[in-house]
């Protein structure tokens, strides 16, 4: 079985400056790890995916995640935070054969002017 | 493409009353799934289907239905509406190792 945990419920930053929302997972296998983005009264959209191959993943909108295995994390960076980003982040692994998702309960963004 | 769509919107039902959430998918894609979202939770998995006619339970299937006939559609059926299924409802489909989601039906029982 795996899980997810997402560290933060709640993260606000301001405008410009770097975001962290931070995951760490648990499986007994290798996993796929996402992350998604929900804006309100939105459907999700994938930000990006780590797959087994490189460790540093970038994905949409300038964001990027690394891959840990020894820390078991799979944190969500951006350099620098824009009022766009305001959104609900979730943290996603998958089961064996990617047939099954596991979300975490969430990360809400705020982003102050 | 118009990618996955979920009928309606929006619905208000009185206790016990019946209802279908439809969904449709226009990628071909053989895995479809139904969630729910509840208030500062995560997504739940609560029916999915890994091609026309098989289906299999997730992890809330209590009070739900559903059925695949064809490859394109694959609906949600709550038979008698209870308040804790007040929630917003999202259907995926999934190509390779990424789900595409619908926009979601907010439904409220009262």
């Known amino acids: 079985a795996q899980s997810v945990t997402q560290l933060d419920s709640h993260v606000s930053v301001s405008e410009g400056t770097p975001v962290l929302l931070r995951c760490n997972y648990s499986s007994s296998y290798s996993p796929s790890l996402f992350w998604y983005v929900q804006h309100p009264n939105k459907g999700l959209q994938l930000l990006l995916k780590y797959t087994s191959a490189a460790t540093l993943v970038k994905g949409i909108n300038g964001f990027e995640a690394e891959f840990k295995k020894s820390e078991t994390s799979f944190h969500l960076t951006k350099p620098s935070a824009h009022m766009s980003d305001a959104a609900e982040y979730f943290c996603?692994?998958?089961?064996?054969?990617?047939?099954?998702?596991?979300f975490g309960t969430g990360t809400r963004l705020t982003i102050i002017p | 493409n118009a990618g996955v769509t979920q009928t309606p919107k929006f619905r208000i039902l009185k206790i016990g009353q019946s209802m279908t959430l439809q969904c449709t998918q226009d990628m071909n894609h053989n895995y479809m799934y139904w969630y729910r979202q509840d208030p500062g939770m995560g997504l739940k998995l609560i029916y999915y289907?890994?091609?026309?006619?098989?289906?299999d339970k997730g992890e809330v299937p209590n009070g739900y239905n559903v059925s695949r006939s064809t490859t394109e559609d694959f609906p949600l059926r709550l038979e008698l509406a209870a308040p804790s299924q007040t929630s917003v409802y999202f259907c995926?489909?999934?190509?390779?190792?990424?789900?595409?989601f619908g926009p979601g039906t907010r439904l409220t029982v009262l």
């Open positions: 996603v692994v998958s089961g064996i054969g990617n047939e099954k998702l596991t």
């Open positions: 289907s890994v091609g026309a006619g098989i289906t």
């Open positions: 995926a489909s999934t190509y390779t190792d990424t789900q595409y």
